[in-house]
């Protein structure tokens, strides 16, 4: 005897539940097969169908399928139950779901805008479902780095649950660390202290001591502490992290490979290496395994190996390590991605004090030439390279390209920064010594002061009203 619609759904939740995703395909299919032949033209149970069918492809990792059902899950819940309903607004927040989960945000906004309008509506400003709508609005606007649009969103999600599931629920506990994420992003490092200390107590009080959204907010208390001046609390936090999702997730996963990656980075970048090793060479190891050797991640952890031996006079180790990296970000994010222009400055580097000067010439006038695409000839980062450039070329006594390389840096930093930047201070020491070699002594002198001025400035503490 064939099975109805019903009893077909019930043995796909059934299977979902448990986690047997697999199992739960072929009863998925025939849910909405069974749901197409029903003749009294009510679509309610056709979209119910396949937005379980998207769930189920999604979590099998099969993008594609999971688009195809649930954009036709959407259609029937407007055509069950019109265009302005909440279940609609569900559908709209669940195809959101999938391309934000695809990194698809242009597709993903407007979905959002549009399920965020319908409950506004139909349910008021404060009803919860707004929250998670708000936080993924919020979310695209911070990886379009817009984190000043992104912080009213969030302020919005912290009074909405606070009023509509009380200030010890998990989600609000939540919604205070996303929004101190976005000052620490900012830097509005004063703000976002108290609202990660409330968000620890909240989400402890309900998950427990070693849950990995625990550890989620102790990273960025880490971040803070860093930031602010403070690692002697940052590093024991960090190692808790490690801790944690180790026992939650395993050595080899990702996240723990990035909490041993950023534990890893920061004793690099205070020279102590021998507590920087293991931690970058397990990190190294994990994402290989857990993301495969041509992630971009990996290409981080190969970036930290290669600088570390480099530090530490390798540089037959460091070498083929940041040809890797290389390779890999220019195959992920082609060859004229900002991404790539830090293994071309890397290895620069290396070349310099290998002997290879010429070559290491090549590499940043490639980085520069990146970096005036990217951002424009009128940016810091452009200066920045203008700077990199001319400092190489200076070293190779090569000096008056030098000096060209170099007046251009200072030139879009005094636009950009002010007269008074202290990376501009840095352009102008460079000059100095550049007018220095060239017999120049006026110029020499005059460049010399001018940097002597900002350093003197920068060292000088803040006037008080009293």
């Not at 606007?141 to 302020?155: C, D, G, I, T, V």
């Not at 600088?307 to 890797?324: I, Q, S, Y």
């Not at 290396?350 to 090549?362: F, P, W, Y």
Request: aromatic share 6%.
């Amino acid at each position: 005897m064939t099975r109805g619609w019903k009893e077909l759904n019930q043995e796909v939740i059934d299977h979902m539940q448990q986690g047997r995703f697999q199992d739960a395909l072929e009863p998925a299919r025939a849910a909405v097969d069974a749901a197409r032949q029903e003749k009294d033209g009510d679509k309610s149970n056709l979209a119910v169908a396949l937005n379980n069918l998207g769930e189920l492809y999604l979590a099998l990792d099969d993008f594609d399928q999971a688009r195809e059902a649930m954009e036709e899950a959407l259609e029937a819940y407007e055509t069950a139950f019109g265009p302005d309903h909440m279940e609609t607004a569900e559908a709209l927040s669940s195809l959101a779901d999938l391309y934000m989960d695809g990194k698809q945000y242009n597709a993903a906004e407007p979905l959002l805008t549009r399920a965020l309008g319908i409950v506004e509506k139909a349910a008021g400003g404060e009803h919860p479902a707004l929250g998670h709508l708000l936080t993924r609005l919020a979310q695209i606007h911070q990886y379009r780095q817009k984190p000043e649009e992104a912080e009213p969103l969030l302020r919005r999600v912290v009074k909405i649950y606070e009023k509509s599931i009380g200030p010890e629920h998990p989600a609000f506990g939540k919604a205070l660390a996303r929004l101190a994420e976005i000052y620490l992003v900012m830097g509005h490092f004063q703000a976002a202290e108290p609202f990660l200390e409330q968000a620890l107590s909240i989400l402890k009080a309900s998950l427990g001591e070693n849950h990995p959204d625990i550890a989620g907010i102790l990273e960025k208390q880490a971040m803070l502490f860093l930031a602010t001046g403070r690692a002697d609390k940052a590093e024991p936090l960090m190692r808790q992290v490690i801790d944690i999702y180790k026992k939650t997730f395993g050595k080899d996963h990702s996240k723990t490979a990035e909490a041993e990656n950023t534990l890893g980075e920061h004793f690099l970048n205070l020279g102590r290496h021998d507590e920087a090793k293991p931690l970058l060479e397990a990190s190294l190891a994990a994402r290989e395994k857990s993301l495969g050797p041509d992630h971009p991640a990996v290409a981080q952890s190969l970036n930290n190996l290669a600088v570390l031996h480099g530090n530490m006079g390798k540089f037959d180790a460091a070498e083929p390590l940041h040809r890797r990296a290389l390779e890999i970000r220019q195959n992920h994010f082609g060859a004229r991605h900002m991404a790539v222009t830090q293994s071309l400055e890397n290895l620069a580097a290396l070349r310099r004090v290998q002997g290879h000067a010429d070559e290491a010439v090549a590499l940043l006038q490639e980085a520069l030439s990146i970096w005036q695409a990217a951002m424009g000839e009128k940016h810091p980062a452009t200066a920045q390279a203008h700077f990199n450039l001319g400092t190489l070329l200076a070293f190779s006594g090569k000096l008056k390209e030098a000096e060209s390389c170099l007046q251009t840096s200072r030139k879009i930093l005094e636009a950009s920064l002010g007269p008074r930047s202290s990376h501009l201070a840095f352009v102008l020491e460079a000059l100095s010594k550049v007018y220095e070699k060239l017999g120049q002594k006026p110029e020499a002198t005059a460049y010399a002061a001018r940097a002597m001025k900002i350093r003197k400035s920068d060292q000088q503490p803040a006037s008080r009203n009293n």
